[in-house]
């Protein structure tokens, strides 16, 4: 059974470093075929693709935010981490852990964290 | 404003056929899979149809995903009350290089 586990702060100031931590069990980020990634949900709004990173270390970014993203895995601890730099208000939301499933010339989000809602506020 | 458009709302009967459209262009829907997710009340997303029509095991055959040109639907038949939800849809778009999403249709069972 696969579980996704979001932690990291719920609150932050503005300009400050977001960083989100994903514990995850049932696969392994070693096995090929296998992704984790974030999406994030402001309060009362639509979804918002964020990164995402593959078994062998490939990382996507959405391109209006990847000046501010940085997305790395951790094999031996299960766990992903993101970070965001310079977090503004508009970034509150509720921020999902996600497992890729990768089918060659297609992937998708297939499983879902609970989230964890992190508000930027000074 | 999203990339792609839903109704913001759609309501049904039990046991009614309900229909929730997502409307895209040929960058996205046009070209690529179209995934569809839930969303139940203060809960995470849930897939519940990939590449376009494909049902994940564990999800009824009550839900149903159609895709023809930039527009795709989700039907769902025999409508019940636990139905009520949030419902997205969502394509990798090759203009934006990025995943869209529709802006999300609340589905009320009256």
């Known amino acids: 059974q696969i579980t996704l586990k979001e932690s990291g702060p719920t609150l932050v100031k503005p300009t400050q470093t977001l960083t989100l931590t994903c514990t995850f069990s049932?696969?392994?980020?070693?096995?090929?075929?296998?992704?984790v990634g974030w999406i994030r949900q402001p309060p009362q709004k639509a979804l918002e693709w964020l990164a995402h990173?593959?078994?062998?270390?490939?990382?996507r970014y959405s391109p209006s935010l990847k000046r501010r993203l940085t997305i790395t895995k951790d094999t031996s601890k299960n766990q992903v981490v993101l970070t965001m730099t310079n977090m503004d208000p508009v970034d509150t939301a509720t921020y999902y852990c996600?497992?890729?499933?990768?089918?060659?010339?297609?992937?998708?989000?297939?499983?879902w964290g609970r989230g964890t809602l992190v508000t930027v506020s000074s | 404003q999203s990339v792609m458009t839903q109704p913001p709302s759609a309501s049904g009967t039990p046991g009614q056929r309900v229909t929730i459209s997502c409307s895209g262009s040929s960058s996205n829907i046009g070209g690529n899979y179209v995934y569809w997710y839930q969303q139940l009340p203060g809960t995470a997303p849930k897939l519940l149809i990939h590449?376009?029509?494909q049902r994940p095991s564990g999800v009824p055959d009550r839900f149903s995903g159609f895709k023809s040109g930039t527009s795709a639907s989700l039907a769902l038949s025999g409508l019940r009350s636990e139905d009520e939800a949030d419902y997205y849809c969502?394509?990798?778009?090759?203009?934006?290089?990025?995943?869209?999403f529709g802006g999300g249709t609340k589905l009320t069972v009256l």
């Open positions: 049932g696969f392994s980020l070693s096995t090929r075929g296998v992704g």
């Open positions: 590449r376009n029509n």
């Open positions: 996600t497992h890729v499933n990768w089918g060659g010339a297609y992937y998708y989000f297939d499983l």
């Open positions: 969502a394509a990798w778009d090759d203009s934006l290089t990025t995943w869209v």
């Open positions: 990173i593959y078994w062998d270390d490939d990382k």
